[in-house]
Structures are given as C-alpha cells and as structure tokens.
C-alpha cells in the first residue's frame, strides 16, 4: 500500500498542480499495492487514473495556475548558466542510507537555515559529490532544487574556460555574483576540468589561476545558495579544495539489495512474477544506478512492442549484458 514518501508526494504533486507527476505516483501505489497481493484495490486505483486522464481539463476563473519560471541567465551569464526547475524528490532516489541521511541534513538545515543563522551558525550549503558516472551526483542537485523549491543553475564548464589570460577568472567572478544574487542550487558538473590538482606537470598556468580563483570566490562566498560540485574523479581533485566544501559526500555502485530496489521500481507497472531476482541481480552487479535503469526500461520496451506486459530473467539479464558492453 501507499508508503509515507508516498502520500507526501501525492500532496505536493496536488498542491503544485501537476497533474503528470500525480499520475504517475498513484501507479506506482497501484503497483506496490499489487505486488502485496491487493489486486483489487490495485485495479481500481489505475482505473480512477485513466478515467482522470481521459476528462478534459476544466478551466475556471477560480482555478490556480502554475507558477511560470522567470528566474533565467541573461547578457554574459548566458552562455554560462543553464536554468532548470526540476520537480525531482530525494524520494524518487535509490540511495544507500547513508547518502540519504547526508541529503536529509543539508534539507534539513536548508529548511531551518533561519533558526541556525539566528544562533550565528551557517547551514550546510557547499557540497562536493563524488563516485563513480551514473551514480545520482546530477540527480542529488535537482532534487536539493526540487525539495526546496528553488531553480537549478548548471555551470556550462565550455562556456567558462577559455585560452586566454585572465577571462576564465572574470567570467568565473559573474558566476559567483549570480550565486549571490539569485538564491538557487548551482551545479559545478564535472568539476575535475576546474579543480584540477595545481601541481600537476601537465597544467597550464591559467588553469593554476583559474582554480586559485575558484578558492578564494568559494571560501569569500556567504550566500543563500547551495552549491554543488559534482566529478567521477576525485583523486586528481586539488586538495585544497575538499576543506573549502562543507561536506563531501562519496557515491558508490549500488548494493545487490539496492539493485534490486530499482528494478523493482522501475519494472513496477509490468509483470515480473516470473522474474528470478537473485539471477539478475548476480548479472547487474559492478553497474551504476544509470545502467540499471536503462536496462530496465529497454527490457520493458521490447515487451510493450511485443504487446505484452510480462518480463522474464532472461530479457532482463539480456538488457543488463548489452549495457555493461557499452562501457568496454
């Protein structure tokens, strides 16, 4: 039956008025439903859906509107900053404990960041993720946007740095005036191209200045934004800047139990009785949380186009070879 994450979504979804995101969360009740053996209750729930789906949408003067995003990069800031407003949640995550607890305080202090400023200490606000590609680094920035409601701004790293002396620096000063002008969530992605190891042999000097920059506008910075570094590769990170950040936070390949978690979710609307988990999850392990999700979804394609709803082991394990063959 509905879970407690769940019911808070539904509400939020109602109260934003989005209708898609409503939909979909009561399917996926609808299909937890099944699973615990409530097939009637599970019937009934998505034929409420379809009937809703199929109404046409009443318009009235009394009737709310969603907001209309206004927050977006303009002049320079343009061609660096992309705006987003993700509607994502740290509940539709498959996250390791762990993790979750870490996001759970940043939100936390997020939402009371006025109560703790009031005692003269700072929130959680400068974090640095790392681990392995497809592991939810970019997904944890839209939901911190997500849950606290604010706009994601993603650094565009091409746009930033250039060859010439001194414009890299200047460019990355308006991006911090943005920080402190506008209150967002902004996504440093792939930060190794930006906070490369200073002593490397093979760094060239603007790069050096350009992350000496970046230091000294992070360590300055006492905004109401959160700020989010994102990279695959920690290790060639400038050790300088891991004390600069507020909490770092490690991201690891999911565990067989998580694993199966998302293919469980993910396949929910389809029938996976004949599905022998411990095999498929002995074939999904050493891959991301991204590579099962795709997997999953490929396996559930080729049974839609097969118009049939059942997925067996071997479609699955299948789907699962042919992701792990694109990283070779």
Known sequence: MATADHLKALIRSHAEGDDERFFAI?????????RQGHTKFAQELRDLVDQAKARPKAV???????PVPIVQPRGELAGL????????????????????????????????RETILAHGLAPLRKLLLVGPPGTGKTMTAAALAGELSLPLFTIQLDGLITKYLG?????????FEAIRQTRAVYLFDEFD??????????????????????????EQDDSDSIIVAATNHPQIL???????FDSVIEYRL?????????????????????????????????????DVTRACEHAAKNAILQHHTRIDTSELIEALSERRSTHR
């Open 254 to 290: 999911p565990s067989q139990g998580l694993i199966e978690d998302v293919m469980r979710a993910r396949l929910a609307l389809l029938d996976t009785s004949g599905v022998q988990w411990s095999d498929v999850v002995e074939a999904a392990k050493g891959l991301s949380h991204s």
């Open 193 to 218: 191209a930006l906070g490369g190891e200073r002593a490397a042999k093979n760094e060239v000097g603007e790069i050096r200045r350009v992350l000496n920059s970046f230091l000294q506008f992070l």
């Open 167 to 175: 414009e890299t620096a200047a460019k990355l000063r308006l991006i």
């Open 60 to 66: 009235s003067t009394g009737q709310r509107t969603r």
């Open 238 to 244: 400038d050790k300088a800047l891991f004390r600069r």
């Open 81 to 112: 900053l992309t705006a987003a407003f993700p509607k994502t949640r740290l509940s539709e995550m498959a996250l390791d404990e762990p993790i979750r607890s870490r996001i759970d305080r940043v939100l936390l202090e997020q939402r009371q």
């Open 26 to 34: 009561a399917l996926q009740v609808a299909a937890q439903a099944a």
